[in-house]
């Protein structure tokens, strides 16, 4: 490897590290260095203001759920480290996790495996007014649990034949449902497990799944081509996200959702703090020392 092409794997692992923290912090760290006299990207700092403003739209959006009682699922889908999380984090970053909430099943266990397949799904669906974010969902079984051999053909064709007729049910219902597929190359998620095996805050997200899943790109291209074929209906049509580029990929994807429920303002009651109330007898008990933290920093 070159000195030019060891430079940008370098800056690239930079900006993997970076974009790890809370948006405020990488910010901070971006400004300092453009103070020192390195420069950034400039689409970095338009990331920085547009994910403000989308969040703030997000909040919106929360609040006309709530106050029309919607019922909104959205399923994030796709290859292991194509940034669903990244997503579901930013979006939910400012809302009301009481609305809006993330769903991350667990392999299902003895029991759930006899039950009918939705059956565990059905639990986590939203009330009239909250939100569900599905990372990752029942299309489990059209995917991992295909390649993997998880399931039978028997069981994968049963589950092609009940879930459109599923969605359809739901949306029948009420809720609307939103599918998101998150599109990366094989290049981009080798990077990025490799930045994961070089990052000890991140090594917990490679599961012995995950490093398995780079043998069978291959089974895993051909199991997603099926799944979008066979499960994008007009009541609830996949819609793909290009990833490579994480910071674009959010905002893309959060402007997307934003376009699809109809949501408008809402009014609210204006707030005022009351005065707080004194009362002559009331004293403050203290505290004993050795309940206190000790204060390290």
Request: proline fraction near 6%; charged fraction near 30%.
């Amino acid at each position: 490897m070159d000195s030019t092409s060891d430079s940008r794997l370098h800056q690239k692992l930079r900006d993997e590290i970076l974009d790890s923290l809370d948006e405020e912090l990488e910010l901070e760290a971006e400004d300092r260095e453009s103070a020192a006299g390195d420069g950034s990207p400039a689409f970095r700092k338009v990331y920085f203001s547009e994910l403000l403003r989308l969040q703030g739209e997000l909040v919106k959006l929360q609040d006309w759920v709530v106050q029309r009682g919607r019922k909104l699922v959205v399923l994030f889908e796709g290859r292991d480290a194509a940034g669903k999380g990244g997503v579901i984090k930013r979006i939910t970053q400012r809302l009301n996790p009481r609305v809006c909430r993330v769903a991350a099943l667990p392999a299902p266990n003895n029991r759930e495996r006899t039950q009918w397949y939705f059956q565990r799904y059905v639990a986590h669906l939203p009330a009239a007014g909250e939100i569900v974010l599905f990372d990752r969902s029942w299309y489990n079984r059209a995917g991992v649990e295909r390649v993997m051999g998880f399931c039978n053909d028997d069981e994968y064709q049963q589950f092609f034949h009940d879930v459109p007729e599923f969605e359809r049910m739901l949306v029948r219902s009420g809720i609307q449902l939103v599918k998101y597929w998150f599109s990366i190359t094989d290049a981009e998620q080798e990077f990025r497990f490799r930045a994961r095996i070089q990052d000890p805050l991140k090594q917990w997200k490679l599961s012995p799944m995950d490093l398995e899943s780079r043998t069978r790109w291959e089974d895993y291209t051909k199991a997603k081509e099926i799944m979008l074929d066979r499960t994008s209906i007009p009541e609830a049509p996949w819609w793909v996200v290009h990833a490579v580029d994480k910071k674009k990929a959010r905002l893309n994807c959060i402007h997307h959702l934003l376009g699809l429920v109809p949501y408008e303002p809402t009014p609210h009651t204006p707030v005022s703090l009351p005065q707080r109330i004194h009362h002559p007898d009331y004293h403050r008990h203290v505290v004993p020392p050795e309940m206190f933290v000790p204060g390290v920093y």
